[in-house]
């Protein structure tokens, strides 16, 4: 049986959230725009009225000066961004198959030397109540254990969006991430690669969610399913795991594409955290606001009277 969890630690500030991980120039076939999970959730983070604090690093360059000024312009403070004058500024190639996005991210840039001691301390200074990172700023040792010294200088529950991205993970990154995870989140397809990872006989997908719940000892793991929409599964009363699932949202208007859809869900599930909903709100509710995200170009609106409508629906954004 799993042992109960604070959602919130007593040392913490319930709005406070930490982003751990790359910042990076999405090179899309439009053109360039800001990108990389932790940027975008940061982004969706203030636009929800929480006070998020990003932990990357940037090269002393064109690009980081751009991200800067998109960060301040999102409302998300720059005390946790790093300078690098040695390393450029992350990018990735994006390139579309149909609504669909893939990635190509090169190697040696700022965020994979992101300072553990310098990161820490921010994060222990901010307080937060939930922290959340991903994989691809684990795939060099320094990041990694960067990574590693920021969970250990706070109390704050710990989400990750495994965000799996070919070449740049192995089994033991992703047993790793798994581990130090209180709630995760990861695509349909990446729970298809866990399993292979793991060496697992299970295809079916709410006895695969539940047993990685219970070898991870996870109060949640959330599946994305793209049109299918999505699923959870929750540790309940002793050793039961519980599982809800949802079908896809259908706002109004067509699929323009889905580039940060992912993101858009990680973010509403970050607010339910640090809001204490329970998991089947933070599953409604995510696959909803991903749902609108796809019906936008890019990852994350350039209105925030775009979020107006989901902070009315949720009940706005008091503690």
Not at 22 to 44: Q, Y
Not at 178 to 196: G, I, Q
């Amino acid at each position: 049986m799993r042992p109960p969890r604070a959602l919130r630690p007593s040392s913490s500030s319930p709005s406070r959230v930490c982003l751990f991980g790359e910042a990076l120039v999405d090179e899309m076939p439009t053109g360039p725009v800001p990108g990389g999970a932790p940027l975008n959730v940061a982004a969706h983070a203030a636009a929800f009225g929480l006070e998020p604090l990003l932990l990357t690093r940037l090269g002393a360059d064109e690009a980081g000066a751009s991200l800067r000024a998109c960060l301040a312009a999102a409302g998300v403070p720059t005390d946790g961004v790093q300078e690098d004058v040695l390393k450029p500024t992350g990018r990735a190639v994006v390139s579309l198959r149909g609504a669909v996005p893939r990635f190509e991210i090169p190697a040696g840039t700022a965020f994979d030397a992101i300072d553990g001691a310098v990161a820490a301390l921010a994060a222990e200074a901010w307080r937060p109540s939930v922290v959340a990172f991903g994989t691809i700023a684990q795939r060099e040792p320094a990041s990694r254990a960067a990574l590693h010294e920021v969970l250990s200088a706070t109390e704050a529950v710990c989400l990750a969006d495994l965000n799996l991205r070919a070449p740049w993970y192995d089994g033991s990154v992703v047993c790793r991430a798994l581990a130090a995870a209180d709630v995760v989140k990861v695509s349909d397809e990446e729970l298809a690669e866990v399993r292979r990872l793991l060496s697992l006989p299970l295809h079916d997908l709410e006895a695969l969610s539940a047993y990685v719940v219970r070898r991870f000892d996870l109060m949640a793991l959330y599946v994305t399913r793209g049109a299918k929409g999505a699923c959870v599964a929750t540790w309940g009363d002793g050793d039961v795991v519980t599982f809800a699932e949802v079908p896809a949202a259908s706002p109004g208007g067509a699929v323009v594409d889905t580039v940060g859809a992912g993101d858009a869900f990680t973010a509403t599930v970050l607010l339910g955290l640090a809001r204490n909903w329970t998991a089947e709100e933070s599953l409604r509710r995510g696959v909803g606001f991903a749902g609108a995200v796809t019906r936008i170009s890019g990852a994350v609106p350039s209105d925030r009277d775009f979020y107006v409508p989901f902070l009315e629906e949720w009940g706005g954004i008091a503690a």
